[in-house]
């Protein structure tokens, strides 16, 4: 996701609202912090400009010193829930094993994600967005504790110091537990300003940590949305209308319902619902149902009349993101110039937690169990559908089994809201392999013209880009749509690391019929990553030149860009002789505040089949909280973009998706997985987030290596069966 509108309106929140601390007695005692999360920009049509302000976090301390921290973001597996503790136990001083994690309810105001706007999980912003704010309130809270201490024994402060959950007077050696101190501890003024160690003093920050998490997800106490076990739930299995925008004509209900463990059947408009004792049951009852369909409007729509909308659209003049000099007139003009066309397909999220929600309509109130990247979204819009207000909407927030932006999508949960209306008691409403990915909520079909007129040592004297796409922007965040942009769309093409003279990055928006688009982790960077890096290799081999040569003396003005090449080429033997039939490629990503370079290998067998055998990936995230983890989003990223980039792709037939499962929606096998490996540099630099350019460069990387083994290029994802026999 594209942020940097909102991370330029928080760089001018005050110091005083960067961080607001309200000391106040616990229920049963203790010490209670909130900490203020708020950008109070006004971002999304959910923000109220001058709301009071709230604490979006809180850290709570017991009497027994337990350390709770009330969790804004949720955990889909990029490692969170022990990043998010090493800020609060750094400045703390607890043992980062003792602060334990409490899911937030449902809040856009209390619990912002300052960098977005709205209470959510994604955009790579949970560590952006709290690492100085969650230092500072851990800071504040262990001043107070110490503050607290020194009045009891009447000594000077400075006389005292915290360390592993107790405060100890140097003189003495008298010593205090937390827990002995709370009460007195909130009962003392909120210091301001607060000094923070500096990084040579980090006991935590910056050393790898064991996931907190870990265990639980091991010995199965951890609870995802699917775990969910309301006391007489019933299972419902559901199936939409294969065409967009179809609607449900008759399903056969007496021989669902003859089906043994079948209790009802749920008829909406495009879509029914079989409700069971079990999954099983509900599945049977299902496929006797046997529904028919209107196809609707879209019925005979295909892949070719998208690619053909596509095309068309970008011969049309769009909205223009960037601008500078006269690129066309240069381009035209030039003796020396260079064009290509790029398309990139509908990619589906695949998550491995089959999607899933459990709701109980009950009188005067609605419980829900599931997994979301976005609560405070998903609550508003029950409360649309239902009546409710918000406070009658209770959503219980589960660990992810895999987001990837599909869990910030809330159309799940209303389904699961629209058949348990119908429903007496609670019930699981459980999509399958199929049905989730015939109705996904797609990454958009892409489609790119980009051009550059070049100067006699072949360096780009203009550059001119042109996309067309379908704009995720417009629907989740209208008031980011400035001057018909989408700053998602545009934001690798309008924010180059590199120097290229004149340059102009045009949008079109084209809406695919009746197929909705969402987020697939990081679409800006994403999709755009690809487009940039693709281009600036055929760049290199038109001018005869070093990929990396070529790009690093564009890149004067961006030393971390630079240096991050230098070393992701540096690990993998750059210019090292291969064996035919082999190649390296590489690539750059800058975005989310991070910058990441990764070199491929590949071999390319006689059949064509593209076997990725090793990744180089270094990276520059600013300062790292918890290197393990860092290490483990980049692998995972790499993974995830080389399932794209070789397979990956959706496909519409007569107004329908024809992929349905693993089989035909392939993801890269362990078989198939290249060695990764992965190198960090260290710096202060403030901290970028991780979650998505590890995809986003793997991506550009690949085809890049393709070209180098092959000699062919590869403008359209996936690699599929392009390559072709040698």
Request: proline share 6%; glycine share 10%; net charge neutral.
């Amino acid at each position: 996701m594209n942020t940097k509108p909102i991370e330029t309106q928080v760089a001018s929140v005050s110091r005083r609202n960067f961080l607001k601390v309200t000391a106040t007695a616990a229920i049963g005692g203790g010490l209670m912090l909130g900490f203020d999360l708020s950008a109070r920009a006004a971002v999304s049509d959910e923000l109220t400009t001058n709301a009071p302000f709230t604490p979006n976090a809180f850290l709570r301390i017991d009497r027994t010193g337990k350390v709770v921290f009330v969790m804004p973001y949720i955990e889909m597996g990029q490692g969170t829930y022990t990043s998010i503790p090493m800020l609060i136990a750094e400045e703390l001083e607890v043992d980062v094993n003792n602060v334990v994690i409490e899911h937030s309810p449902p809040d856009d105001k209390v619990y912002i994600n300052p960098l977005i706007g709205i209470q959510m999980t994604g955009g790579s912003t949970a560590i952006r967005g709290s690492y100085m704010r969650l230092r500072q309130g851990g800071a504040a809270a262990r001043v107070m504790l110490v503050n607290a201490a020194s009045q009891r024994w009447n000594v000077a402060a400075s006389e005292c110091f915290a360390e592993k959950g107790v405060v100890t007077h140097s003189r003495t050696g008298r010593n205090l537990s937390y827990g002995e101190l709370v009460d007195a501890a909130a009962k003392l003024p909120v210091p301001e300003n607060v000094p923070l160690k500096a990084p040579a003093d980090f006991k935590l920050i910056g050393t790898p940590q064991r996931r907190l998490d870990t265990a639980g997800k091991v010995d199965g106490s951890a609870k995802y949305g699917i775990d969910s076990r309301p006391a007489g739930m019933k299972f419902a299995v559901v199936a939409a209308a294969p065409t967009f925008g179809g609607r449900l004509l008759g399903l056969d209900e007496t021989k669902a319902k003859a089906v043994p463990g079948v209790t009802q059947v749920v008829r909406l408009n495009d879509a029914v619902a079989i409700v069971a004792v079990h999954t099983w049951a509900a599945k049977q009852g299902l496929a006797a149902a046997a529904p028919q369909w209107d196809g609707g409007s879209n019925a005979a729509l295909s892949s070719a009349d998208i690619l053909a909308h596509l095309a068309s659209a970008v011969d049309r003049p769009g909205a223009v993101a960037r601008h500078e000099g006269d690129p066309e007139a240069s381009i035209a003009q030039a003796a020396d110039k260079l064009g290509a066309v790029y398309q990139q397909p509908f990619l589906a999220h695949a998550t491995m937690e089959p999607m899933n929600c459990t709701v109980h309509m009950a009188k005067g109130g609605c419980d829900i169990w599931v997994g979301t990247q976005i609560p405070g979204r998903a609550q508003k819009a029950v409360a649309k559908l239902t009546g409710l207000e918000l406070r009658q909407i209770r959503i219980h927030n589960h660990l992810l089994g895999g987001g990837f932006g599909r869990r910030l999508e809330y159309d799940g949960i209303v389904r699961a809201v629209q058949v348990a209306q119908q429903v007496s008691g609670p019930v699981q409403v459980i999509w399958s392999r199929e049905e989730d990915i015939q109705h996904d909520m797609y990454r958009p079909y892409y489609y790119d013209r980009i051009s550059a007129a070049l100067d006699a040592d072949g360096k780009p004297l203009a550059w001119a880009h042109r996309i067309a796409g379908s704009s995720i922007i417009a629907r989740y965040f209208p008031t980011y749509l400035k001057d018909g942009i989408d700053g998602d769309a545009v934001e690798s093409s309008a924010n180059l690391p590199y120097g290229v003279g004149a340059i102009k990055v045009e949008w079109i928006q084209q809406e695919p019929p009746g197929i909705p688009t969402a987020f697939w982790r990081g679409v800006g960077v994403t999709r755009g990553t690809f487009v940039v890096e693709s281009f600036i290799d055929e760049l290199a081999a038109h001018a005869k030149q070093d990929p990396l040569a070529y790009r690093l003396a564009l890149l004067d003005k961006n030393p971390r860009a630079r240096a991050v090449l230098s070393m992701a080429a540096e690990q993998a033997g750059w210019g090292k002789p291969l064996p035919q039939g082999q190649g390296r490629g590489i690539a750059l990503c800058t975005g989310f505040g991070s910058y990441i370079a990764q070199v491929i290998q590949v071999a390319v067998d006689r059949d064509g089949a593209v076997n990725p055998t090793r990744v180089w990936c270094a990276v520059d995230c600013g300062i790292t909280i918890n290197p393990d983890t860092a290490r483990a989003q980049m692998e995972s990223g790499i993974v995830f973009g080389l399932s794209g980039a070789l397979y990956g792709e959706i496909t519409i037939k007569d107004g329908r998706v024809e992929q349905t499962n693993f089989g035909d929606y392939r993801v890269l096998r362990i078989n198939e997985v290249p060695k990764i490996d992965v190198q960090l540099v260290k710096n202060t630099e403030a901290p970028g987030g991780l979650g998505e350019p590890g995809t986003s460069c793997v991506m550009p990387a690949l085809a890049n290596a393709i070209y180098a083994a092959t000699g062919k290029r590869i403008r359209r994802l996936p690699v599929g069966d392009q390559v072709g026999a040698a």
